[in-house]
Structure formats: C-alpha cells, structure tokens
C-alpha cells in the first residue's frame, strides 16, 4: 500500500513538474520468449535471452513521441494487436504502437488528462484495448473504459450490479475466454487494517458486477501473504505477495499450496508466465551481473498434480442478505394472512348460505340422514322418530308428546333457515290408516 502511494504521488510529482523522462519501455516477450526494450534515447529495439546479453535487433524511428511527456518510472503494458504490439502507460491515457516491420513507435493517443489509473488492469478484447479501475489522486476506482483508435481517446463504458468501489491490477485478472474478469476490491485503508474485502466477477458481455463473496484478509497473512495480490494465468490465481506456490481455482473456489519437489520454481524474488500448457518462471540470477534472467517451465498438470487442497479462498455471498431474508419472511406472513382472511370470509359467507346445523333440533341430523340412506320418497314410522329421540322405552303417550315437540321444532327450523312451511308432513300409512307416518318436502331437499 505504501509502494502504491508513492509511486502514484511520484508519477503526479512528474506531470506537475517536468523531468528526465523515461529511457525505454520493457517487456517479457512471450512469443520468442526473451527481454525486450524499446530504448527510446538511442532510438533502437533490443532482445535479450536468458542468460544472455542486451544486443540490437533494429533501429527505430519515433512518430509524434515526445520524451517529456513520458513519467520517469512506468511499467508498460505490451500487447499484441494485428502484427503489432501496442504499448499502454497505466497512469497516464498514453497509447503506442510499435510497427516490426517499418521499425515504426507512432504516438496514437491525444489524451491530456492523466492521473486516475495508475495499476489499471489493462487488456486486449476482440481487437479493442481495454482499462478496467486504477488509483489516482489518493482514491480507487471501477471505471471501465476502452481506447477509441478513430477518436484516438478513451471512451467509458457503464457497468451495473454490485460494483466494487475499487479495482486494481494487482489483484484482478482477465479468464482465457476473456468473458468476464475476476477481481478482489482494493482497500485503501493499509494493509490488512481491515479482516475481509469483496471477491467480484464482472461479465465483459452485460457489463454486469456480482459480487461473489469475501477474501479473508488475516487468513492470508497466517499463510505468509502480504496483501491479497495475485496474478491471473489460464484459469488460476496464483498469489504473489509473497510468492510461495499458492494458487486459486476461482471457479470451484479451491485453494491450493504447491507440496512439490521444485522448491525453487516459487520465489519471492520471481515472475510468472503463461505460455501454453505450461506455466513460466522468471527468475534472476544475483551471482552473474546485470538484470541477467534464467527460465523455468511447469506444466499445468504437473502443478496440479503436486497441489494440495488447503481450503476455501472466499467466503460466499448467502443467496439473500438478512436484509432480503427478512422482506422474504415479512412477504410470507402478508400472504398468509391474506390466505387465512380470504379463506374465513369465504367459510363464513357458505356458512351463512348454508343450514345452521348447530340450530338444529336434538334428533334432526339422524332424522335427515334416514332420507339420505332411503331415499327422498322415504317414509319414516313413528317407532323409528321415537328410537331417534331415545323415548323408545317410554309410556306411549309420552313418546307421541316427544314426536309431536320433535316434529314441531323441526318445521320450525325449516322456516326459520329455508322458509319452508310445514317441511315435515304426517300422511297415514298405507297398510294401516291407523298409523301416521312422516315425509320431508322436496324443496328441503334442494337446500341440503
């Protein structure tokens, strides 16, 4: 975090008062696999392999470069671009392009405004050249923005979702099939001052930020890191501060620690490539003089094969927050409640369409159910009206009193609740007019 202020207020120093410029821009080409340099003072383009010495391969000629312009410490960004390699300057908007074969360095940007994205993550996307957030002015940011090779500026793009307040390339990167770009939010608050930061995933497609989870900062300093910087290769994070063999499978969120035989391929003191299959380490060599460099190699399969799992590297975002949780649990008992009212109102207009069977005489629910059993021209005896009521053993007027109260009451009830008069009626039996038996209108029916 210190390094970072310093050299950001260094770079801001530069432009605020001009100074010796920078002499050459260097990279690690990939595709020879050696150093290489554009030494701007004496206009030439010089290689050098491992083990080996600087020698010039070209002269070159440089188109609208002005040395003042260039701030005196800047590690380039070099990409290659349709045959040629462009070469970007975090911090300062400043586009080159360097042309093999008319030997060419052609100045391609007009920016003037310069400051805000020293440690941008920068890369290369359906021949377009992308900046994603950086750090200026004592402040991070998110913004994304691609250079406008017609316009000849660079052009922002917005982004939705969860977007982090900060992102730099130090600890983000960009997955093989460039469609989305993994990153852990800055913090700016020093190293390891706060325990945890945000792990986010932007899609290059919509322009979308999900926050994934969080990084637990203290648990990273327990395993000998110093800040949660890693760099992208392939599909794996590889931490490099310090270098010690860790690596992240972001996808399935494993974590791995090397438990190899080659102890030496991660040192602090290293660099780390991709080139195929195969993982490069770049390491100097302080017994021979100079910047001299020796390359090692490692096979993906070879890494994996010797990794150990050592845990989760972030914590995942629970599918809701307690704050989505508990609008979920409050929109849950709304519709309950709105159920159970919905539901009593319903009951208790078929209730009050239906018969009140708690009015209903003492006998009448069995009386109704003979003519359900036998049918609505059903008939019922005496004998059976006084075995309902339970007065079957009693003298027999005093069971004719029971029918006659019995009877009574239940027309009563069919005029009360259906407006049906005389719904139970007495005709005389057919075998014997001697006895009366009893019938239910019909129109009682239509009610039941």
Known sequence: MIFRLLSTLLFTLFFSFS???????????????????????????????????????????LKGVLLADIPPYCKVNQFNFRAKKIISLPGTGQVYQFDTSTNELERLDKTFYRGYNFHALQFVKNDTLFSLGGEGFWRSNSILSYFDFKRKEWEQIKTFGDVPHGILSLHAGIVPNQTKVIAIEAFQNGDFQIPSVGFFELDLVSHVWKRKGKVDLLALKKLGQSTANFIMLGHLMFLNDRQMGLFVDPETNQ????????????????????????????QYDKNLPGENFKIDSMSIAELKKHAQVIGKFYDEEPLFTSYEYLLFCLCICLLISLFVNVWFLSTKKALSNSPNLLTMPLGGKEFIELYKINGEEYLVSSEEISHLLGCEKKAFDTQRQYRAQFINAMNQYFADSFQIEEAVFRKADDGDKRFIKYGLKKSVFLNL
Do not use: C
């Open 255 to 282: 974590f791995y620690k090397y438990k190899g035989p080659r102890k030496q391929f991660f040192l602090m003191e290293t660099e780390l490539f991709q080139h195929g299959d195969q993982i490069l380490s770049k």
């Open 19 to 61: 100074g010796n410029a920078i002499s050459e821009f260097e990279w690690y080409d990939l595709t020879h696999l050696r150093q290489s340099r554009l030494d701007l003072i004496n206009q030439v383009y010089e290689e050098k392999e491992a083990g080996g010495e600087w020698f010039t391969k070209s002269k070159i000629v």
